[in-house]
């Protein structure tokens, strides 16, 4: 890890092809000149008109981009691949019984292996879970793997995100988009289909619907609204799974259950799949100040009469401060070994740790516990002198709200840039679901960093997606 | 699958926007045209400023400027974002209640309706003059026609349908009974039988704004007429802006409504008493009535529509 040369997907060192990308690289031969660039224009001109955009904070109220696509897929090999879903179906069972097990006996924290001051004073510990028994003993249904390759046989995870992960439907849209524009690079090749992904999703979210629910329980998307940055993908899927798309006004909860306003009346809900953050769920119960969320709403679910999906205060599982402890996690719930590496992190509330990071700071990645979307935090190597004192000062100022790891050499792959094909660096959030079993769809997002160079692939700063391919042997 | 009831809110006020939009740019070419073609002193003027009027914008219009020229009220109508009623805001709204429901709506309606927004979204201003305010103009009808025939040709003739189709016709009637009441008394009989010049000049103002010009001859065989302009407008069943037609529609949506929810809502007397305004009667008798008073009853029944149907669908 952390060598010069990162890891090219496509190319080995001496230059010759990965068997992976054998095809990818014929292809790629063939194509005329300018013929990626036009497919690049086809491309942004089909998401535009689909409206598959997405709101950009800080800007104009309203105002949406498209998420730069690259034309060249991202592949995968079938035994890649199946290395890395077997330890991701590790990490989600090992996260899901820690969730349990926190919301009920705190056996990990009175067995001594993770401090209990680390779980209790976090700000993404929700007391009110306490006690309260989900459907199927599952907490994180919808999860997104962070993962980053560093060498052939070499992947990290970079983080759980088990609260709301968003993206999915540029996986299926990306999927969508490169069928339409190259399907003779698909005939060469066996691609494994992702389109399967919202009928798993229904699948999931009834496999949890309370013990009262018929047999068609209904399934409800809960969204912020029209000016939330992923409000494209809830309305997608909302579609694809054919749920009703509500927002908080729409619902309201009446002797204890959840019901929808419909034009003819109330009609009783039975599972929320809410991409609204904890905090603003339940006015009653959270933030009173919250105007998107559904008063009550929490106390229907305490009581067993609708389902939230993912849980509440499934935020303490994904914790950046939790995540060091991961393997503790899944050794103590599983007795199994992680089968999937975490990046060795530093911590900074440690008087020597703390020491060589400030000394070693130019090499390191600092991160923001409770940032995301790649704001709040620093990459040594790419950053300026004067970022790298300014973020000293910080985490001498509070050490206990960053965490630092080396700079991994993100992997590379070909990417599509004026005309020309460079590496450019990428990682991977594949989707897995959690219900009556472990559905993970072959894939996932890959995001690339655009800019040369780059190691920050968040769409915010700058990042774009690739459709991913998983070959079947 | 039920529908919410703001689903069935945003499809009403996304056809009425859509049908707002085209009304507008429909008004603003027929004060466009007048203006051209006036011969008399601070005429131009005059001819924008009633059909301000007809669109009941004057108000608005001369909080924000002094005076009244094609630039001051094309700017005004067309791209104002702070007139609720110009078409940027209209097309604006209906892409928003369009993106509410995105899931309710068909895709080839969603792209019609984003499609026309961000090409409008994109024109500016200061672009927009003489022949490229007429194109334009066209264009935003030719807009309007298009997610028509998106929604005529691609949704299911469920409840969605109805809402979006109610909506329509109730804009639809609203905007003709309003240009006609601008305009009553050019139409109201009188003792001389042939219209003078400028009566010639209301009456094509009038028909105009209803797209009715070419139409009219094919009905009557005849020279303009007060009398006929207003039955054309008010009870031909085949004139399909006339307020007749409109509450047909109306009531046909209401009565789908009605046969799939199984059951009659308080919509439905209200409807029955704007078709009751408009059938079984004949221009004599609206006349003897008083057409200024038949209009604003209309428009007020028509109203009415709308806020019964919010209550008994429960839009909020």
Redesign the interface.
Do not use: N, P
């Given at each position: 890890m952390g060598e010069n040369t990162p890891f090219d997907e496509m190319y080995n060192a001496d230059g010759s092809v990965r068997e992976p990308y054998r095809a990818l690289s014929e292809w790629l031969a063939e194509q005329p000149e300018k013929g990626l660039a036009l497919m690049q224009a086809d491309a942004e001109a089909i998401f535009?008109?689909?409206?598959i955009t997405f709101a950009v904070y800080g800007s104009e109220e309203g105002t949406e981009k498209v998420i730069p696509f690259d034309v060249i897929p991202r592949i995968i090999a079938a035994n890649e691949w199946r290395k890395l879903s077997r330890g991701i179906e590790q990490r989600v069972k090992a996260l899901n019984a820690f969730l349990y097990d926190i919301y009920h006996r705190q056996e990990i924290l009175k067995a001594g292996r993770i401090p209990e001051k680390l779980i209790l004073n976090n700000a993404a510990f929700c007391p009110q879970m306490m006690g309260l028994e989900p459907a199927r003993g599952v907490y994180a249904h919808i999860i997104g793997v962070d993962i980053v390759r560093v060498g052939p046989d070499e992947f990290y995870v970079l983080e759980d995100n088990l609260r709301t992960p968003s993206g999915v439907s540029y996986m299926l849209e990306d999927r969508e988009a490169m069928m339409m524009l190259a399907p003779d690079l698909f005939q060469r090749s066996k691609v494994a289909p992702v389109e399967t992904y919202p009928e798993n999703l229904r699948r999931t979210l009834e496999s949890v619907a309370p013990a009262g629910a018929g047999r068609n329980p209904v399934i409800a998307v809960l969204t912020p609204?029209?000016y939330n940055s992923a409000?494209f993908e809830h309305?997608?899927l909302?579609?694809q799974m054919?749920a009703?798309?509500?927002?908080g006004?729409?619902l309201f909860v009446d002797g204890g259950k959840v019901y929808?306003?419909?034009?003819?009346?109330p009609?009783r809900v039975d599972v929320i799949y809410r991409r609204i953050d904890d905090d603003y769920l339940d006015p009653l119960t959270f933030r009173p100040d919250s105007m998107l969320g559904v008063p009550g709403i929490f106390d229907a679910y305490r009581a067993g009469n609708v389902t939230l999906v993912n849980a509440p205060g499934t935020g303490i599982a994904d914790d950046k401060a939790v995540y060091t402890y991961v393997p503790e996690i899944i050794e103590f719930y599983l007795g199994e070994k992680a089968l999937l590496n975490n990046v060795p992190t530093y911590n900074c509330t440690d008087v020597d740790q703390r020491a060589w990071v400030l000394e070693n700071i130019a090499e390191l990645v600092v991160k923001e516990v409770h940032g995301s979307g790649g704001y709040g935090m620093m990459v040594g190597p790419t950053s300026t002198k004067a970022q790298h004192e300014e973020f000293k000062k910080k985490i001498i100022a509070r050490p206990d709200n960053y965490i630092v790891q080396p700079t991994l050499a993100l992997s590379t792959c070909p990417t599509h840039i004026n005309n020309d094909v460079a590496p450019r660096h990428v990682d991977l959030r594949p989707y897995v679901l959690v219900g009556d079993e472990v559905r993970i769809t072959p894939g996932g997002l890959t995001r690339v960093a655009l800019k040369k160079g780059s190691l920050v692939v968040n769409s915010s700063q700058g990042g774009g997606t690739k459709d991913t391919w998983v070959l079947e042997d | 699958m039920r529908m919410l009831g703001r689903t069935a809110q945003n499809l009403f006020w996304l056809s009425r926007y859509v049908e707002r939009a085209e009304n507008m740019a429909r008004l603003l070419e027929v004060g466009y045209r007048m203006s051209l073609t006036s011969r008399r002193e601070g005429g131009a003027s005059e001819h924008l400023i009633s059909m301000l009027q007809a669109a009941e914008m004057d108000e608005a219009f001369a909080e924000r400027h002094d005076v009244a020229d094609v630039d001051t009220v094309a700017y005004f109508m067309m791209f104002d974002p702070t007139n609720p009623s110009s078409v940027y805001s209209c097309l604006q709204a209906a892409r928003t209640n369009a993106r509410s429901v995105r899931t309710a709506i068909t895709t080839d309606m969603w792209e019609s309706m984003n499609g026309a927004w961000l090409e409008f979204s994109q024109i500016k201003p200061r672009d927009v003059r003489g022949a490229k305010l007429l194109g334009l103009l066209q264009w935003v009808r030719q807009r309007s026609h298009e997610f028509r025939g998106a929604l005529l040709g691609t949704i299911l003739r469920d409840d969605g349908f109805a809402f979006l189709q109610a909506g329509n016709f109730v804009e639809r009637a609203d905007n003709t009974a309003r240009i006609l009441d601008m305009k009553y008394y050019v139409l109201l009989p009188r003792s001389s039988l042939v219209g003078g010049e400028i009566d010639i000049q209301q009456w094509t103002l009038i028909l105009r704004a209803a797209s009715a010009h070419r139409s009219y001859g094919h009905v009557y065989h005849d020279r303009y007429k007060a009398h006929n302009i207003a039955d054309f407008l008010i009870l031909r069943t085949e004139m399909p802006r006339s307020l007749v037609y409109c509450a047909h529609f109306v009531r046909d949506n209401l009565n789908l409504l009605a046969k799939l929810y199984g059951r009659r809502e308080a919509c439905h007397d209200a409807m029955e008493d704007m078709l009751k305004l408009v059938e079984g009667t004949n221009m004599d008798q609206i006349f003897a009535h008083g057409l200024h008073e038949f209009l604003n009853d209309f428009i007020d029944r028509n109203n009415r529509v709308t806020d019964t149907l919010s209550a008994s669908y429960n839009f909020y």
């Open positions: 535009r008109k689909l409206g609204g029209i409000y309305s997608f909302a579609d054919g009703q798309l509500c927002e006004q729409d929808m306003r419909t034009t003819t009346g009609e | -």
